[in-house]
């Protein structure tokens, strides 16, 4: 079982940054793939970015690709997301999740859920 809880979001302007936190609670956190994903109003959630067990490989949304940066310190049981460069079309809630699988895209691939955090980004 792992429990997960975000922070760090809020309000930007556009170009601002923004980087969001999650922290994992539970055995073997080392053992699972992160991911992002986020949902904007009236829209199906999307994948954003996901990490594998050891850091060592990522990929990313190609809306997202050279803006946000995820990564991870497994010391911590911390997994995070920078994002550079924000546009109002980044203004969602974003999720952070755990998969059992080295790294995702799919989201039926994770197991465990945060509650999310709000990203809001102004003109």
């Known amino acids: 079982q792992v429990q997960l809880v975000e922070s760090g979001g809020g309000l930007a302007q556009a170009g601002g940054s923004l980087r969001l936190s999650c922290g994992a609670s539970?055995?073997?956190?080392?053992?699972?793939?992160m991911g992002w994903f986020r949902q904007a109003p009236e829209k199906e959630r999307e994948f954003v970015a996901s990490?594998?067990?050891?850091?060592?490989?990522?990929t990313y949304a190609d809306s997202v690709q050279g803006r946000f940066t995820i990564s991870r310190d497994n010391a911590k049981n911390m997994v995070y997301l920078q994002m550079n460069s924000l546009k109002s079309e980044d203004t969602a809630v974003y999720y952070c999740?755990?998969?059992?699988?080295?790294?995702?895209?799919?989201?039926?691939?994770?197991?465990?859920w945060g509650q999310g955090t709000q990203v809001t980004v102004s003109e």
């Open positions: 990490i594998n067990d050891s850091g060592g490989s990522t």
């Open positions: 539970g055995r073997a956190f080392d053992r699972y793939g």
């Open positions: 999740a755990a998969t059992r699988f080295l790294f995702s895209t799919v989201g039926v691939s994770y197991d465990y």
